[in-house]
Antibody, heavy 120, light 110 residues
Framework: EVQLVESGGGLVQPGGSLRLSCAASGFTFSSYWMSWVRQAPGKGLEWVANIKQDGSEKYYVDSVKGRFTISRDNAKNSLYLQMNSLRAEDTAVYYC?????????????WGQGTLVTVSS | SYVLTQPPSVSVAPGQTARITCGGNNIGSKSVHWYQQKPGQAPVLVVYDDSDRPSGIPERFSGSNSGNTATLTISRVEAGDEADYYCQVWDSSSDHPGWVFGGGTKLTVL
């Protein structure tokens, strides 16, 4: 089955760290750009970061630059998001999404999301 | 940074046509994608590259893009179309390329 499954969310204190994972199956993971998109409670979608097939290009939204790091392990069919110096405003459901062969390709496949709550 | 502007809400009666706009500076020069999101669910791509539909998306969903406005059109609206809709573009124009989403439009079927 073609799917993405996120994990690693939870409750963390401000200033803390968390690592999200996204396990891909049913398709050739190494052939696609991958993204993280988040959605704060009751708010709209916000792109967080994306990464090229071989990891050679990475892009981030300004609000997470220097704090979050996107990475991938094609041998393990996995995408990661290392989140450091977390803030209350990072509280959101984080979705893993598969892009296409180019950076501008849309995301046809999404995971179910994992909730990150930053609170003391 | 590039900004996409959507109306917060659109209401339409069943069987009628809903039009959801997405405004951006010279958006007609970009490829626009549209997502549908129902409560508690992940987004679903309904239109890509301005006007193409992924497999499995009804022909009732269509898109257009010109000048400073892209439009998602839903014909013969059904109760099941009630959802939030987001437009998206890839902004490569700055030295910080990235995805940009519109603020979202809540479609209410009366």
């Amino acid at each position: 089955e073609v799917q993405l499954v996120e994990s690693g969310g939870g409750l963390v204190q401000p200033g803390g760290s968390l690592r999200l994972s996204c396990a891909a199956s049913g398709f050739t993971f190494s052939s696609y750009w991958m993204s993280w998109v988040r959605q704060a409670p009751g708010k709209g979608l916000e792109w967080v970061a994306n990464i090229k097939q071989d990891g050679s290009e990475k892009y981030y939204v300004d609000s997470v630059k220097g704090r979050f790091t996107i990475s991938r392990d094609n041998a393990k069919n996995s995408l990661y998001l290392q989140m450091n110096s977390l803030r209350a405003e990072d509280t959101a459901v984080y979705y893993c999404a598969r892009g296409g062969h180019g950076s501008g390709s849309p995301s046809v496949l999404w995971g179910q999301g994992t909730l990150v709550t930053v609170s003391s | 940074s590039y900004v996409l502007t959507q109306p917060p809400s659109v209401s339409v009666a069943p069987g009628q046509t809903a039009r959801i706009t997405c405004g951006g500076n010279n958006i007609g020069s970009k490829s626009v994608h549209w997502y549908q999101q129902k409560p508690g669910q992940a987004p679903v791509l309904v239109v890509y590259d301005d006007s193409d539909r992924p497999s499995g998306i009804p022909e009732r969903f269509s898109g257009s893009n010109s000048g400073n406005t892209a439009t998602l059109t839903i014909s013969r609206v059904e109760a099941g179309d009630e959802a939030d809709y987001y437009c998206q573009v890839w902004d490569s124009s700055s030295d910080h390329p990235g995805w940009v989403f519109g603020g979202g439009t809540k479609l209410t079927v009366l």
